[in-house]
């Protein structure tokens, strides 16, 4: 509680307005700041000065890979699903606060108006990216009906009790190109395990996708699908997307990073 004493002499209207307009400031950054369940690891407006500072935060505190608490920008526990998916519209930072608990905890801060667009970009594609994770990762994959570039036909039936290892890419990708000398080497690994296949997506047309292989060794099965299928269905926000699916039918790994599914996948065949 506070009081402000104003002598009579300033007890004009102009003077009283002005007054109205500093106390109102003040109770509404301090109702503002009071919205925070714990004070922030990294100050938002520090976070949101400029795109160099929003990507060393992104890569230091931005981890929604394991499990974390999430709360809403009023300071209330919300679903991870919800929290991802309010990310995912650009319109809110996820601000890591400090934990008593030794917990990543995460609250909503809505961005001003006027945030830098180029962040606010960024942000929604991080957003999407997570909240695309979120909905594939421990659920069973969207049944499928995949015919390779060989007639080769993959289905959720007859791949059913084997581990399928999926990628999703396209020919003028440099990314999704160059680690495949890395994954042909995965697929020579597990050549003799039958319980585990390798198959990739691609939206490029089946000509296009031919004369690659003609020039290009790529061991993965090659299937020619739409760019609508990999980002509506499987919800793939970027290229190259991996996916390890266990004999169960259930994603278990859902990354944009080669090293992380080949983890996944060496975890999973261990088992």
């Not at 002499?9 to 109702?31: E, P, Y």
């Not at 503002?32 to 100050?43: D, I, N, S, T």
């Not at 069973?140 to 995949?146: A, D, M, Q, R, S």
Request: charged share 20%.
């Amino acid at each position: 509680m506070f009081y402000i004493y104003i002598k009579p002499k300033l007890k004009n209207m102009r003077t009283r307005l002005i007054i109205l307009l500093i106390i109102a400031k003040f109770i509404f950054a301090n109702t503002a700041f009071c919205q925070l369940r714990a004070r922030p690891v990294v100050p938002p407006d520090s976070i949101l000065k400029n795109m160099n500072n929003f990507l060393q935060y992104n890569n230091d505190h931005l981890m929604f890979d394991g499990d974390f608490v999430t709360y809403d920008e009023h300071g209330h526990n919300i679903s991870k699903g919800q929290f991802l998916k309010m990310v995912a519209t650009g319109n809110y930072l996820p601000l890591q606060l400090y934990s008593k608990y030794n917990a990543w905890e995460y609250q909503l801060y809505k961005l001003k108006p006027g945030a830098d667009s180029d962040v606010q970009a960024m942000l929604k594609q991080t957003g999407l990216t997570d909240y695309g994770i979120y909905q594939m990762k421990g659920k069973p994959f969207p049944n499928f009906h995949y015919v390779d570039l060989n007639g080769k036909v993959y289905t959720t039936a007859n791949t059913k009790g084997k581990i399928v290892v999926l990628k999703a890419w396209f020919t003028s990708c440099i990314p999704c190109v160059a680690e495949m000398p890395e994954l042909n080497k995965l697929v020579d690994k597990y050549k003799n395990r039958k319980d585990i296949i390798f198959v990739s997506i691609a939206f490029d047309s089946k000509e296009k996708l031919q004369k690659f292989t003609k020039r290009t060794l790529f061991k993965y099965a090659i299937v020619p699908v739409s760019m609508d299928y990999i980002q509506d269905t499987l919800h793939g926000t970027g290229y190259p997307i991996h996916w390890v699916i266990n004999k169960q039918g259930v994603v278990v790994s859902m990354s944009y990073d080669s090293g992380e599914m080949i983890a996944a996948l060496n975890k999973e065949a261990a088992k």
